[in-house]
């Protein structure tokens, strides 16, 4: 039996610019996209409203449409936590002066989701 060691996904992470694609991404993008699945990412979420985020969500996805670059799912954007607030429950928060963020909350944070595509089978 031959061991497939090839790679199956690669996380794209998107910078939290608010411009879709650099140049940079759309030639990596295009080297990359018909060799491995790609999962775009968008990094630093809590950077954006609501309204912003959409509208970076949609200019990205308009790009890969524009610039032929299949990607496997929709652009999932994420908030990294700084720790879990339940040992029991194991919730993940990220915490500000201001108060916290609960990561797993879909409202505004795509960390659920990406969890799900890459943890379970198919």
């Not at 295009?30 to 970076?56: C, G, M, W």
């Not at 990294?80 to 990561?103: C, P």
């Amino acid at each position: 039996s031959i061991q497939d060691t090839r790679p199956h996904v690669c996380l794209y992470f998107l910078p939290p610019t608010g411009h879709g694609l650099r140049d940079l991404d759309v030639k990596v993008l295009q080297s990359l996209h018909k060799k491995v699945n790609i999962i775009p990412v968008l990094a630093k979420a809590d950077s954006f409203t609501a309204p912003e985020l959409r509208e970076y969500k949609r200019k990205v996805s308009e790009d890969f449409a524009n610039f032929d670059i299949d990607v496997f799912s929709e652009v999932l954007s994420v908030i990294g936590a700084t720790k879990s607030q339940d040992q029991e429950y194991g919730e993940l928060k990220r915490m500000y002066s201001w108060g916290e963020i609960d990561i797993e909350n879909p409202d505004y944070c795509d960390f659920s989701k990406l969890r799900s595509l890459l943890l379970h089978e198919r």
